[in-house]
């Protein structure tokens, strides 16, 4: 068992929240191997059951972060009607770390910064257990749905992505 510190694993253990430690082998430039669908299914979990927590940039200079599982892809027209903004981005590559405080690749739905806006699609519920950053590069963390839904609690939910 990999023991692993991030201020999404102190959340989850101040809450009392069991999760499981996924290790991403990295590639040997650093990034996360592409193929995280087939590393989660050896382990008997869904590749579908990943929360993406995409970073959005909006005309007004806010940042917005969706967290969207089953693959599904942001709809933008959605998204700018449901945030009341006529323009909106993806981030940048380096405002991702400056908004969230995590790099790419390891930004998890939950302990971000405070006034970080986070949006929860519905897709999320479709899972029992569901995998999210961990905060850190080359872990992933699996929860229950339920237990992510209930951190998240505050985050505005609804159906923002496209399947």
């Known amino acids: 068992m990999t023991s692993l510190a991030s201020p999404v694993t102190d959340l989850l253990n101040a809450h009392s929240i069991p999760f499981t430690v996924i290790e991403i082998p990295l590639s040997e430039d650093k990034k996360p191997v592409r193929n995280l669908e087939e590393l989660l299914e050896s382990q008997g979990l869904d590749p579908k059951s990943v929360v993406r927590s995409v970073l959005f940039r909006t005309g007004s200079d806010q940042f917005i972060l969706l967290a969207v599982a089953g693959g599904g892809r942001a709809d933008w027209a959605i998204l700018r009607n449901h945030l009341?903004?006529?323009?909106?981005?993806?981030?940048?590559?380096?405002?991702?770390?400056?908004?969230t405080g995590y790099v790419v690749g390891a930004v998890p739905p939950v302990a971000l910064p405070e006034g970080l806006k986070v949006l929860v699609d519905n897709s999320v519920k479709?899972?029992?257990?569901?995998?999210i950053?961990?905060?850190?590069?080359?872990?992933?963390?699996?929860?229950?749905?339920?237990?992510?839904?209930?951190?998240?609690?505050?985050a505005e939910?609804?159906?923002?992505?496209?399947?």
Not at 126 to 131: A, G, H, P
Not at 157 to 163: D, E, L, P, R
Request: hydrophobic fraction near 40%.
């Open 84 to 99: 009341n903004e006529r323009k909106l981005r993806m981030a940048e590559y380096d405002e991702v770390p400056e908004a």
């Open 126 to 131: 479709d899972y029992e257990t569901v995998v």
């Open 157 to 163: 939910q609804g159906s923002f992505a496209k399947v």
């Open 133 to 154: 950053g961990s905060g850190v590069l080359g872990y992933a963390l699996a929860l229950k749905g339920t237990d992510l839904l209930k951190l998240l609690g505050d």
